[in-house]
């Protein structure tokens, strides 16, 4: 194909209750999509891709205004001088670029998106999906107080989800998790996100969730501590899941032989697009290292796109997969539902969704060309 159009849309869109990790408190999230138009064949397609990066540089290095910057100088310009341009080689044009896997990904996303419609194939089939729906679970935030946690939870477990996560930090970890274990019973999948907020030296404190048979504790230390993530893995009951420090297949292959990561959270924005967050389901597979799909607050666009990447076979604990309504009242897309703690992964061409442009509208998004 050859591109012949792109469009960057930016729209506001207000979380149902403030969302808080221990590195930030989110109320809102500042969302880019991409629009591309393509001529395959003499055909006109359209793709959608949606940029995952945060308004701040606080969970990787990227930040949504960043990535819309990197697309318009580089990304953008070199892939409207491809004439024969495939999903599959997008990552191949844009390696000269360093980093930015955010940027890259929606690109590469919005390419594969309209390359598949211009097929009539579905991302799941694409992919390798083996399941017609993937189990839903849900990311709790840090709550203020023990008893407004018990509620949020309780309403999520109400809803259905098949799996609480429940982020922690330094003074919000093995309090919450014991009052969890306690009102709901141990029969709940439990897990916990630290999102980087611990050190070695906290040793004992981690030590501390392994009586709650946690299904496995995400991320625990920085970024790029992978030899002391193995460390510590020697010293925990619980398994230790990477999420922020796998940023590449290769430094998936590298977590997975020192034995830093005994699970990997799978993120295709954090790792350059879903062909390379394939790529790591395959290696892990191999190594018999189970994934799952994590998630990054995105709209039933990226939610609908992650369902069908968690379809693939070694995909086997729930992925953060819930429905649009629990970090949105109106989404930009029909709203993706969570029935009886399941996604359907959609059989319809490319993504399966797209973004409404009335909904767009009304939600007060502002779209503008990228000059190609
Ligand atoms: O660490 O998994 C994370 C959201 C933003 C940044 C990092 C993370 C998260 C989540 C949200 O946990 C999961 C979701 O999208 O439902
Ligand atoms: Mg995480």
């Given at each position: 194909m050859k591109l012949t159009a792109m469009r960057l849309h930016r729209v506001d869109l207000p979380l149902v209750s403030p969302f808080t990790t221990s590195f930030s408190t989110q109320t809102v999230r500042h969302v880019m999509l991409v629009e591309v138009t393509a001529d395959v064949d003499g055909h006109e397609v359209t793709g959608w891709g949606e940029n995952v990066a945060m308004s701040d540089p606080l969970y990787s290095a990227e930040h949504v205004d960043g990535c819309e910057e990197v697309i318009r100088r580089w990304l953008a310009p070199t892939l409207a001088g491809v004439g024969d341009l495939t999903a599959e080689t997008v990552g191949h044009h844009l390696r000269h670029v360093v980093g930015h896997p955010m940027a890259k990904a929606s690109l590469e996303m919005a390419v594969l998106d309209a390359q598949l419609r211009a097929r009539g194939q579905s991302f799941g089939e694409y992919l390798g999906g083996t399941t017609a729906s993937v189990p839903s679970g849900v990311s709790v935030g840090i709550h203020d107080t023990v008893p407004a946690l018990l509620d949020a939870v309780r309403g999520y477990l109400e809803e259905g989800y098949a799996r609480i996560k429940l982020k922690i930090k330094p003074g919000w970890d093995a309090l919450p998790v014991r009052a969890v274990r306690r009102e709901f019973g141990d029969d709940v999948l439990l897990q916990v996100d630290a999102?980087?907020?611990?050190?070695?030296?906290?040793t004992a404190t981690l030590r501390a969730l392994d009586e709650f048979d946690l299904l496995l504790i995400e991320q625990?230390?920085?970024?790029?501590d992978l030899r002391q993530h193995a460390v510590l893995a020697t010293r925990l009951r619980t398994p230790v899941c990477l999420d922020e420090s796998i940023v590449s297949a290769r430094s998936a292959a590298d977590a997975i032989v020192m034995g830093a990561a005994q699970v990997i959270n799978v993120k295709p924005g954090r790792v350059g697009g879903y062909l390379e967050a394939a790529r790591i389901h395959d290696l892990a597979r191999a190594h018999g290292i189970p994934v799952w799909c994590g998630g990054m607050l995105e709209t039933g666009l990226g939610r609908s796109a992650n369902a069908a990447l968690a379809?693939?076979?070694?995909?086997t604990l729930p992925g953060d997969i819930s429905g649009s309504n629990r970090f949105y009242r109106d989404d930009i897309t029909t709203p993706v539902e969570m029935h009886d703690g399941r996604v359907a992964v959609t059989t319809?061409?490319?993504?399966?969704l797209e973004p409404d442009r009335e909904r767009l509208a009304r939600l007060g998004a502002t779209s503008a060309e990228v000059a190609l």
């Open positions: 999102n980087a907020a611990y050190g070695l030296a906290d625990p230390l920085a970024e790029d379809s693939l076979p070694g995909f319809q061409p490319g993504v399966g």
